[in-house]
């Protein structure tokens, strides 16, 4: 049985209140089938899709393209949109890649700048929408990503770093702008790059059990389709790793996920999820990204399968006792999206039919003839669990004729119920706040 956490009650409590829905979240008509394809020309607030595997085209090799954006400066009058009754704020800028941002129990910002090597802090609004405080916590590291809290709750011990090499913790107290300590190394070694477009999933993100006993660790492939028989650099990766949080290797929670880019707690179920990376060079619309629970032990098809038993046809014919194995996931997006970080609204801001949804950073994709992604997308959730759609949220970062400005990666859900995204296209932080105006 599944434990009831308190947001789970809260969420429960709201859905029985009798609340007048706001006509920006009026729900419009699901596009679904071929249809749900898209391109950045489609992608709007309030546009909501569902793709299912009965969608799904035959691979198309020859189909695929190197289309990846030349970023341009931020044109005149060019701003991230929001349904109507949200106001999009430039909170924060002058970093130098402003990738994963989490929110701190005291309501901090803490942000990894991970080219740069350092993790940011940022505190406040000031009258003109900035931050307050933009301060440096932490340098030095090798290129930083995951943050975490630990213990859980509203007075953590230590905050968490997962380097693309290693864990890493600092002492914390509440309302620490720079480290207290110098870092202490949790898990030695992660397996680290590779020869990939952008650096070869270098990303590693860390998330903890609501119990507290146990620390995923996410690592994307080396590779696009190569297995660990011919690629012994695959070892441990295209993995959620467990570890204990002092460090200890526990086992592989689940294999066969590419590139699980953000992982989340869902506040209802407790279980763990992940934001995708899937696999190229199958077709402008194959293989897609997802958004999917972790199942402890379960297996998600790479490299042999895609989205339930679906073999790609580079390895046909290996592993055939594997395919009714392979796990569909809850949320089918975009092929080539490039799903980031996701994050689940756990605020009280937003309209009440956002309680409980999560939301998702799509960087955009390269390896497809019409761009798609760009935006921050809402998922749709109905106690703890997905219904499998997906809503346009906050779009605008490319240009009518397809020039790319902004590339959305990191979401948070701050103290006061509001939203913040990361843009390493723009190297901005926004601020998205519900006004109903």
């Known amino acids: 049985m599944t434990r009831r956490t308190p947001f789970a009650i809260a969420l429960a409590t709201a859905m029985l209140t009798t ?16 249809a749900a394809f898209t391109d ?26 190197d289309n990846g954006p030349t970023l341009v400066p931020r044109p005149d009058g060019a701003w991230p949109q929001a349904p109507k009754g949200f106001k999009v704020e430039m909170y924060a800028q002058g970093f130098r890649e402003p990738r994963l941002i989490r929110t701190a129990p005291n309501g901090d910002l803490f942000l990894a700048d991970s080219a740069a090597g350092q993790v940011r802090v940022l505190r406040g609004v000031k009258p003109d929408g900035k931050a307050a405080t933009v301060a440096t916590y932490a340098m030095g590291l090798d290129h930083p990503f995951g943050i975490a809290f630990y213990p859980l709750g509203p007075d ?24 207290a300590g110098d870092a202490q190394v949790v898990v030695e070694t992660l397996p680290g790059y590779a020869q990939l477009r952008g650096g070869g999933h270098w990303t590693r993100d860390l998330a903890f059990s609501q119990d507290g006993k146990r620390m995923f660790v996410s690592v994307g492939s080396a590779s696009n389709v190569d297995d660990t028989d011919n690629n012994p650099a695959e070892f441990h990766r295209a993995d959620v790793l467990q570890f204990t949080p002092e460090g200890t290797f526990v086992k592989v929670f689940a294999s066969g996920i590419r590139n699980c880019v953000g992982e989340a707690i869902n506040p209802v179920t407790g279980q763990l999820w992940c934001s995708t ?56 997006l975009q092929p080539h999206f490039a799903s980031l970080e996701m994050v689940f609204y756990t605020g009280s801001q937003f309209p009440h039919e956002y309680a409980g949804d999560a939301f998702a950073a799509e960087h955009g994709s390269w390896n497809r003839a019409r761009r798609a992604g760009y935006e921050v997308i809402r998922v749709p959730m109905h106690d703890g669990k997905a219904t499998g759609e997906y809503e346009d949220f906050l779009t605008g970062f490319v240009t009518a004729d397809g020039q790319v400005w902004g590339r959305p990666v990191g979401v948070a859900v701050g103290n006061d119920g509001s939203l913040f995204v990361t843009d ?12 109903g105006k």
């Open 277 to 332: 990376n899937e696999r190229d060079q199958l077709g402008n619309n194959l293989v897609p990204d997802y958004i999917t629970h972790v199942q402890e032990d379960g297996f998600y098809g790479w490299p042999w399968f895609y989205m339930g038993g679906h073999q790609d046809p580079r390895h046909m014919g290996k592993h055939p006792e594997l395919k009714a194995k392979v796990i569909t996931p809850d949320v089918i």
């Open 40 to 65: 950045y020309s489609q992608e709007h607030p309030g546009v909501r899709r569902k793709l299912t595997v009965a969608d799904l085209p035959e691979p198309h090799q020859a189909e695929s393209v």
């Open 424 to 435: 390493d296209g723009s190297r901005t932080v926004w601020h998205v706040t519900y006004t």
């Open 19 to 34: 609340l007048t829905p706001h006509p920006s979240a009026a729900q419009s008509k699901t596009i679904t089938g071929q």
């Open 156 to 179: 953590p011990k230590w905050v968490y770093v997962a380097n693309t090499t290693s864990v890493v913790r600092f002492p914390y107290r509440n309302g620490d702008l720079k480290a």
